[in-house]
């Protein structure tokens, strides 16, 4: 990886796939001034088109905990170490994030990623500043805290060790088994009530997820890290999301039955969402991948969201209207019930009682130590 960025303009042509890759267009930033089409002149042939790899940066943002007041959303803090995600989910509500960096919510999302070398020691001011009052954090609520970048990085353990000396809540939100390496930290980290894993998963088709989640382990793995993750006695639930009728939907109940089998003692939905860019990504990428169904799959989604391809309004964005959002719904709630997940609270309530906030220097000391002198 480099920390060097070359631009590519957006005139050259890009194919229509790329392995490994969930985008192979590469449209421009909608804040740019100007933009730019690809044409093709009849020479460009589909054969010599190679991935051009991924580069690192890194994110110099100020601040490491993002605040919310979304009616929809059950935390108000998040944390990630990670702008971009190598995952290459298709479908990715966080994709229009990277225009604000002057980058393509296409391929650029996927490949041209920012990491916070300094989370864990912003985080440790932030948790020690005065007033500071301590709620659940939740990591991987915008990027994946494990994409492939973290074996390397260990961005995300540091965060967690800040977390776990401090003793705060830290619920973590994945896609990856890497998740696992960090075991002996999760297993401390919930003995004191302060952590709780949900694990994604889209689909049980090895093949839809390999197209639509390219870089992300597969649902097979994924089952065996919410298995190990749950013998290891941390509370850990699934996220059959997102849901996209006509797709991935005919997997619902399984994945709910599949759960509750590897030991998972919650699960959550929510249907799809396309917001800004990743309308016009995701319909490019059905016609590329799923042509035969791509007009059905559309015309479903746009029944869940009055005749819209997105809907941004509180109490609706996450599941939807009409009658098709409803069945979707009544058919979670039942498979819930079938097989004992319907108790969402199960396992699930984390503790800030014991929050001590951190010392922020090696020489730091409390005026209220006894041995302070």
């Excluded at 500043?129 to 990591?139: E, N, R």
């Excluded at 309004?313 to 097989?339: I, K, N, S, W, Y």
């Amino acid at each position: 990886m480099s920390d060097r960025y070359v631009d590519h303009p957006a005139a050259t042509p890009t194919p229509r796939r790329l392995r490994g890759r969930g985008s192979a267009a590469n449209p421009g930033s909608r804040f740019d001034a100007h933009i730019r089409e690809a044409v093709d002149d009849g020479w460009w042939q589909e054969e010599d088109a190679t991935d051009p790899g991924t580069e690192l940066g890194v994110d110099t943002s100020r601040s490491i905990i993002s605040y919310n007041e979304s009616p929809d959303i059950p935390f108000d803090r998040s944390l990630n170490p990670y702008r971009g995600c190598e995952h290459g989910c298709i479908y990715c509500y966080a994709r229009p994030t990277h225009a604000w960096l002057g980058l393509s919510p296409g391929l650029d999302f996927e490949r041209r990623l920012f990491h916070k070398p300094n989370a864990a020691s912003q985080l440790r001011r932030a948790l020690a500043k005065p007033g500071y009052a301590p709620a659940t954090l939740v990591l991987g609520a915008n990027t994946d805290p494990y994409q492939p970048i973290e074996r390397r990085l260990g961005t995300t353990r540091a965060v967690l060790e800040v977390l776990l000396e401090a003793r705060h809540p830290v619920a973590i939100t994945t896609k990856s088994a890497l998740v696992l390496r960090d075991l002996p930290l999760l297993r401390e980290l919930a003995a004191a009530q302060l952590v709780a894993v949900q694990v994604s998963i889209t689909t049980l088709d090895t093949e839809l997820a390999r197209r639509l989640e390219p870089r992300a382990a597969s649902p097979r793995r994924r089952l065996r890290a919410v298995a190990d993750l749950a013998a290891a006695g941390i509370p850990t639930g699934v996220l059959v999301s997102p849901l996209i009728p006509g797709l991935t939907d005919q997997d619902l109940e399984r994945i709910v039955a599949a759960a509750a089998e590897a030991g998972a003692v919650r699960a959550g939905a929510l249907l799809l969402r396309l917001p800004l860019e990743v309308k016009d990504l995701f319909t490019e990428w059905l016609q590329t991948h799923y042509p035969e169904r791509a007009d059905k799959v559309v015309s479903l989604i746009r029944q869940c969201r009055d005749g819209a391809l997105n809907a941004s309004a509180f109490g609706e964005r996450m599941t939807g209207t009409g009658a098709v959002a409803d069945l979707l719904q009544q058919r979670f709630r039942l498979a819930l019930r079938r097989h004992g997940l319907d108790r969402q609270d199960s396992g699930w309530q984390l503790s800030a009682a014991e929050f001590c906030p951190p010392p922020i220097g090696p020489f730091q000391r409390s005026l209220f130590d006894s041995d302070t002198t």
